[in-house]
Structures are given as C-alpha cells and as structure tokens.
C-alpha cells in the first residue's frame, strides 16, 4: 500500500497563474482532507470530502476549488494563485464513520506539496 | 471557535533528558490526537485518547487526556535524537474533522 500520495512535491507558482494539487489514497478511506501549513499556525483545513462526489469548505478556502470525482482521489485547484498562497499542502484521509470503533478522527497524510508563489 | 495551544513552542534538550509538552483548550473534545511530523513529511499519528483521565503509553512516550478532557500532555522519556520533530495535537471537531494545535518543536541533541 502507497497509503496517501501528491503530486507534485514542489511547485513554483507566478502570481495569477492556476494549478492543480493531486492526492491519492489507496486505503478505500471515505473521507478526504486538503490542509495548508504556515509556520507558528499549525494545520489549517481548506476543504474536505465525505464522500464521492462532495466537498465542503473547511477554515480557509477563500481562493481554492476542489473535487472528488473518485472515491481515491482529491484534487485542489487554484485558479488564481497569490503571494499569501505560499506555504506546504497536505492531504489526509480517514475512515470516516465507516471505519473500525474509535478510528473515524483519524487521519493518515500524505508527504505534502511545497508551493511558492512569486 | 475551539482552539487548542500547544507549549512550549520550542524545545531543545540533551539526549537522555526528560519533557512534557502541553495541549490546552477552554472547549470539550469527543477525543484527542497526537501526531509526530518529521521536515519534508506529513503528520504521523501517535495515539488517540478518548476517556477522561486516560494514560497512554507508547515505548518513552506517555500521552495523558484531562479528566475534564479539554487538555492532554505528552510526557517523553530519557529522550532521544530520534524524538526530535513537531508534535502536533488534534481534537475531534466535529463532522470527523479535526482542530490542530499549532505545535511544539522538539530538538534533541546527541
């Protein structure tokens, strides 16, 4: 098992130009997660999926877009990037409530997309 | 708003040192998380406390949950250089998300 895995690892981004961030889980978990980590501020949620086809807006989603077209995969969009969007990007999956007792909260991370914007 | 602070912000230590770090909160949590994030890798999960008063031991690491669960610590012992990384809390949020702490950075020197 691959566990969660992005695409790219680094990307250096000109301000108004797009992109998009892969992530892939093979662990058929439910859920799925886009964070962005800034440092001193910790892991703040962008947006999150419950399921195949949903997404919902998390802490900080102002300038994002995402999609779950497949169960396996999480897409994040930028379509116009800025400066304030530098920082490194991860995704994470969990079970949901469809997993084992007491392991709904858990989540597993992939290894993270630096990303800087000029 | 639930927030979790986490302290001390940084620590730097000697091998064979004993440390606690702290994760604190005004909100209840359903349960909480503990992860270890080494540079250039993604959060790892330690352990998940869900009862009151629960003590979790994992090798020299021991992870307490409040008995009013709005806060928990991480206790190492005899640390070593393979300790050092960023220990992140998490409390369930709600909705199976999660709300991080902002994190303690562990140095431990040889």
């Known amino acids: 098992n691959a566990g969660v895995t992005q695409t790219p690892k680094f990307r250096v981004l000109k301000t108004g130009q797009s992109m998009t961030l892969l992530c892939a889980q093979d662990?058929?978990?439910?859920?799925m997660y886009w964070y962005r980590q800034d440092p001193g501020m910790g892991l703040r949620l962008i947006h999150y999926s419950v399921g195949e086809g949903t997404t919902a807006k998390g802490e900080v989603p102002d300038g994002y877009n995402v999609s779950r077209l497949k169960k396996q995969n999480f897409l994040l969009g930028l379509e116009s990037a800025a400066p304030s969007q530098t920082s490194v990007y991860f995704c994470?999956?969990?079970?949901?409530?469809?997993?084992?007792?007491?392991?709904?909260?858990?989540?597993?991370f992939g290894p993270g997309t630096r990303l800087t914007v000029t | 708003t639930q927030l979790l602070e986490q302290s001390p912000q940084f620590l730097s230590i000697q091998e064979g040192e004993n440390l606690t770090v702290y994760c604190n909160s005004s909100?209840?949590?359903?349960?909480l998380q503990w992860y270890r994030q080494e540079p250039g890798e993604g959060p790892v999960l330690l352990v998940t406390?869900?009862?009151?008063?629960e003590v979790k031991k994992l090798k020299r690491l021991t992870f307490q949950f409040g008995d009013a669960r709005k806060d928990s610590s991480l206790h190492i012992t005899a640390a070593q250089p393979g300790d050092t990384g960023l220990y992140l809390c998490a409390g369930a949020g709600g909705y199976n998300k999660l709300i991080f702490g902002a994190g303690t950075r562990l140095a431990v020197h040889p």
């Open positions: 994470a999956s969990s079970y949901g409530d469809r997993g084992p007792p007491g392991s709904s909260y858990e989540q597993y």
């Open positions: 662990m058929n978990h439910e859920y």
């Open positions: 406390v869900v009862t009151g008063g």
């Open positions: 909100s209840v949590f359903s349960s």
